[in-house]
């Protein structure tokens, strides 16, 4: 009988140690690579300043981890906080939050699908937000948004002083409604969301969204008859040289430069 217990302990206990030290593992890795992607961003202009990046937690997909309200090129692991859905921070040591945290947590609810969420201002992307012309890709590495971008006014939630901010659920909740099934949002007057199932490839999206808006409105200003990138999107997944969507060969040489500029 005793021989009997002793193994059921066992049995209880060694899946439980074993993914404990799977758990703090995953959590590390996946806090080093949000903490590359601020460092990646700010060096790229994506996040000068201001602007955020958040990853879903990897074991507990009701939480994610974003940093405490810091530019984002400061950021190291101390400043990642963890959040819940309603983006209340698990342990909030005192530090103050970025107020567009709701922006992370609403689409984590709304998108089962997305790890990332990048939210940034850069200009070439604003200067889609503000006119009738809509941001389309010109080429084929901005392939991911073929179906096009929405955009979510906030004029929706009023014109107060801080309304073009989603400084609340109600206006998180908004933007990812407009949002929707999309790989980013436009923000009038103010941003862009970008969302994705990995940080490297939210990192590489959002990089590359400038890219195309800079070069979408260079052509615009010449007075340019533009071709847009025009691709069967029913066959798009089983194209084998698509393999450049998830950004993991660029991932890899950034992560290299931001280390090569730390020494
Ligand atoms: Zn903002």
Partial sequence: MKNIVLVIALLAYLPLGISAQETSAGITTVIEDLVDANRILAAKGILPGYGHVSVRHPDNPMHYFLS?????????????????????????EGYSFYLERFIHGEIYKARPDVQAVVHNHTPAVISFGIGPIPLRPVFHMADFFLSGIPTWDYRDFGTADDAPLVNNSAKGRGLAESLSDSPAALMRNHGVVVVGSSLPMVVGRSITLEENAQIQSQALSRGDEITYLELDEETLDSVPTRNYTNFARAWNLWKQQISNEGR
Avoid: H, N, Q, Y
Avoid at 83 to 92: G, H, K, T, Y
């Fill in 68 to 92: 405490r309200a810091i530019a984002p090129e400061l950021v190291t692991a101390d400043d990642i906080i963890e959040f819940d859905l309603d983006s209340v921070a698990i342990d909030s």
